[in-house]
């Protein structure tokens, strides 16, 4: 469409040149293709979006009423439509069909772009690939991929390599199921099983079948509306917990299912009476140990139990106390307890001993250092291994127990780091991931006890990777009340940083989340085509240790937003890019990130992908039937029952603080079967976009047959992500920028 129209407008300027029009006519046109040019959605202005109707439905709260022209757009039914989409009401879908035919009609042109995106996206992947293996006793396991092939295949074979064996095969399995997600497949003990939890809708139930791994043959059961983390074996190999979610998607019941019994009697073991709380089950490293915990986002509690299941009795560690946060190991004669209890902010590490775990026979065995806060910790026999973070930069810290420590040092100006223990206990070994946004992921067994690191796997990247191309650079914007924010930028070298280059700014900034410096095959497209890619380590994430989190939640919250933009504004005073040439970036909270910063910036952007956002915060965190609202109001605050609180989101929410003034375009997507952002909230902020904000345009893509991740399938992610940033390049003009060519 886009060649043709500017085929038609060449040979129409030819035309009236050769009928002899004057010379001011003539730049009088060139001006106006020259003015058209600077609008890359010029085209797309002339077709008509779609009108959703509106319904007025007035809202009253603590005397406040406000009116929703679009609130008939939630299904009344949506728990049905969560485990049936072809339940959804007939008017809404013709609203979301509308919608997807005006995205398509409004990047039509895209196509060829999107189709060079997830060619070099894909090209990026080494598709026959392999993990390294981890070893359990006598066998050892892994995941692969086939060459074509969307999902992983679960393998074992003797430690000699021999008997290798498919457990299971995910491109199989997967059927004729628009949809697919693996959950998990877990060996048991004795390693003669194997669990797995697959959902086939996007909403998030997962089944959970048994699989005996040397004959393939299955029980008859189905463990059904399962959480992700499929069986926990008990130490019998014959039973295994699992956490069930109820009717509102809510991960309410912690049972006990024992092979070849009918999962409708299976025992409860712990039911949380509080929907604030969602449970999760996991065993110790040791293997000897059950734990159940209760999270709301401040507060946490931990029972346990022997994985023996002989005892179906869970015994409480200490019970939950507001704003108290602890997280349960196991050592020999002691739990390990990371916890902030006592004021230690960003965490410490204390003992218990089994016998009364009490919070009054709490001792320090790591103590509080503020600033730098403990992610996580894994006891082994010998060891205990802990991830921490400062100043937006992890770390890998190696202890005895007799308080002799190491770390594991790195040099990069900004890096990502995850590790694993694996399966044993009595080991000296880890493994870790090391990787940068111009480093491909370098994986890494560690021996703790002569502290040498083996590189055994470094990513492949097929079509060609020259880390030497790029730069990796770390600024600091300037935050309300001065605070200092870390802003991670990757670009080629060749990149000039006078202004001219365009800019992807990514972020999210909610939930104590920190966001890595990770490499991203998908987002090289981008980078080799001349723009800036930056993440903003806001306040609401973690980034800069608990305080940070602290400090951009509740009634801090809109220090999110501003931070947000003051990273934009720092990437246009270094030289990185200009007004008008950042595109924002963020999904779920993220998106809620962008949606409140275009609000309170709409003259910064050029563009804004958002991607399933929470856009729709004051209606959603006042819906207490919804799935995620109760332990939401720790994070945003009550508005239900808080006068005060209900001001707080008022002030920010992006679905209720459109401004009747020029804004950049907006690209959203939504996914029907998702429980976390419900389809409607993108759907209702691009129609009010639509209703009350000049500029755009508001396009909006909803995945019919996926949740709140999109697809789970390797490649059919990457036709995604081409929709995105074929929209951010279409933003920028770049829509025939040529990559750099790697050797």
């Known amino acids: 469409m886009k060649f043709e129209k500017a ?56 005397g406040i009423t406000r009116t929703d022209n679009y609130a008939w757009l939630r299904d009344e039914e949506w728990q049905d439509v969560l485990r049936d989409p072809s339940t959804l009401d007939a008017d809404i879908k013709a609203a979301l069909d509308a919608e997807n035919e005006y995205y398509a009609a409004v990047t039509d042109d895209l196509e060829p772009v999107r189709k060079a995106l997830f060619s070099e996206m894909r090209g990026r992947i080494k598709e026959d690939d392999t993990s390294v293996p981890r070893k359990d006793g006598d066998w050892k396991y892994w995941v692969k991929y086939n060459e074509g092939g969307e999902y992983p295949i679960y393998m074992r ?76 074996w008990a130490a019998d190999s014959q039973s295994f917990f699992y956490v069930e979610r109820d009717d509102n998607q809510r991960p309410k019941r912690v049972k006990l299912h024992r092979l070849g019994t009918d999962p409708a009697n299976d025992p409860v ?45 869970p015994t409480l560690i200490a019970p939950r106390d507001n704003g108290t946060e602890y997280y349960a190991e196991h050592h020999g004669d002691n739990f390990f307890i990371m916890t902030n209890a006592d004021g230690a902010v960003d965490f410490k590490i204390v003992t218990a001993p089994i016998s009364a775990p009490g919070r009054e026979n709490w001792s320090d065995w790591l103590v509080h250092k503020p600033g730098s806060q403990v992610v996580t910790f894994t006891p082994l026999n010998d060891y205990l291994v802990r991830m921490e973070r400062e100043n937006a930069l992890p770390r890998i810290v190696v202890s005895d127990y007799d308080g002799n420590s190491h770390t594991v040092s790195f040099d990069e100006a900004a890096y990502s780091l995850s590790m694993s223990a694996g399966y044993e206990y009595d080991t000296d070994e880890i493994r870790f991931t090391y990787e940068s946004p111009s480093t491909p992921e370098q994986t890494f067994d560690y021996n703790m006890a002569d502290r040498t690191r083996t590189l055994v796997k470094t990513q492949e990247v097929p079509s060609g990777h020259d880390p030497s191309l790029y730069v990796v650079e770390r600024i600091t914007a300037k935050g309300e009340g001065g605070a200092d924010i870390p802003v991670t930028v990757l670009r080629l070298k060749t990149t000039p940083t006078d202004g001219s280059a365009p800019a992807l700014l990514y972020g999210y900034g909610s939930y104590g989340y920190a966001m890595p410096a990770r490499f991203s095959t998908t987002v090289l497209s981008l980078v080799d085509r001349g723009a800036v890619y930056a993440i903003a380590h806001i306040r609401g994430g973690a980034d800069k240790g608990r305080a940070w989190y602290l400090d951009g939640k509740l009634a801090n919250k809109k220090n999110t937003f501003s931070d947000f933009a003051a990273s934009g504004e720092a990437l246009i005073d270094a030289g990185y890019t200009s007004e008008k040439k950042i595109v924002i970036y963020g999904g779920s909270a993220g998106g809620l990130l962008v949606g409140a910063t275009v609000n309170l910036r709409p003259d910064l952007f050029g563009g804004v992908i958002a991607a399933v956002p929470f856009v729709d915060v004051i209606n959603t965190i006042s819906d207490a039937d919804l799935p995620l609202t109760p332990p939401e109001w720790e994070e945003w605050g009550n508005p ?20 009747d003034t020029e804004y950049p375009p907006v690209m959203a997507t939504g996914g029907l079967t998702d429980y976390r952002v419900t389809y409607w909230e ?59 060519k790697h050797n």
Request: charged share 25%; aromatic share 10%; hydrophobic share 35%.
């Open 640 to 659: 239900i029952t808080s006068a005060e609180e209900y001001g707080w989101i008022a002030e920010y929410s992006p679905y209720d603080n459109i401004k």
């Open 157 to 232: 074979a003797a430690l000699d390599g021999s008997n290798e064996q498919v457990l299971f095969d995910g491109d199989k399995e997967r059927g004729d199921s628009k949809f697919f997600d693996i959950g998990s497949v877990n060996h048991s003990p004795d390693q003669n099983l194997i669990a797995y939890a697959v959902d086939r809708l996007g909403s998030e139930y997962f089944a959970i079948r048994v699989r005996n791994m040397e004959s393939g043959e299955e029980y008859d059961e189905t463990i059904e509306s399962a959480d992700e983390s499929g069986a926990i």
């Open 269 to 313: 073991i712990y039911e949380e009476p509080d929907d604030a709380f969602f449970l999760g089950v996991s065993k110790s490293q040791s293997g000897d140990y059950i734990f159940i915990t209760s999270s709301s986002q401040i507060t946490s509690e931990v029972r346990f139990l022997n994985a023996d299941a002989a005892d179906l009795t």
């Open 7 to 62: 085929f038609l407008g060449v040979v129409m300027a030819m035309s009236l040149t050769a009928c002899g029009q004057n010379e001011t006519t003539t730049q009088t046109h060139k001006e106006e293709k020259a003015m058209t040019a600077k609008d890359p959605f010029a085209d797309a202005r002339s077709i008509t979006p779609p009108e959703i109707e509106k319904r007025p439905v007035e809202i009253t709260q603590h």
């Open 682 to 740: 993108p759907a209702k902020w691009i129609a009010r976009l639509r209703e009350e904000a000049k500029g755009g345009p508001f396009v909006m893509r909803m995945n019919m047959g996926a949740g709140h991740g999109g697809s789970a399938a390797r490649f059919e992610r990457l036709e995604e992500t081409a929709h995105l940033y074929a929209f951010a390049l279409k933003v920028w003009g770049y829509e025939d920028a040529e990559p750099v």
